[in-house]
């Protein structure tokens, strides 16, 4: 089974509505999908406004708590990806010896390189067009096949 962990930074946003999209997406395909953080001092749920926004596409956010991403996490995953440049370059200069398996989600998606901007305390708005902006390039994937 193929893994794949969604990466921001205190995974109560970005990343856990990549996973929440990309679970629906991949409802029907073996892969193993999580999220994590790279600054989760301690367990959160998802911030009110994310949780409203992954109402749009009938994902209910309610129950997630937030996870520091970890060594074993990278060593044990397929595919990582990142919301932004700044993400992906913590990882591989921490873990060069995983650097082939960390993209952002639009370098993996369109061989781009834009982030996701993070809404974290921005209105409802700004989380709807994060979660829309997410569920295209997640199609993308899809559409292209792991």
Request: proline content about 3%.
């Amino acid at each position: 089974m193929k893994k794949i962990i969604f990466v921001c930074t205190g995974n109560t946003c970005r990343s856990p509505m990549a996973e929440a999209v990309a679970k629906k997406i991949f409802k029907n395909i073996d892969v193993d999908i999580s999220s994590r953080g790279l600054s989760c001092a301690f367990p959160l749920k998802a911030s009110f406004n994310a949780i409203c926004a992954a109402k749009k596409y009938n994902l209910d956010l309610s129950k997630h708590i937030s996870h520091q991403l970890t060594q074993q996490d990278i060593k044990d995953t397929d595919l990582i990806l990142t919301m932004t440049k700044e993400h992906t370059s913590i990882i591989k200069n921490a873990f060069p010896e995983y650097k082939d398996k960390v993209y952002t989600l639009y370098e993996y998606a369109e061989n781009s390189d834009k982030d996701i901007k993070d809404p974290y305390g921005c209105d409802l708005d700004e989380y709807i067009k994060c979660i829309d902006e997410i569920s295209v390039l997640i199609n993308k994937i899809y559409e292209r096949g792991l």
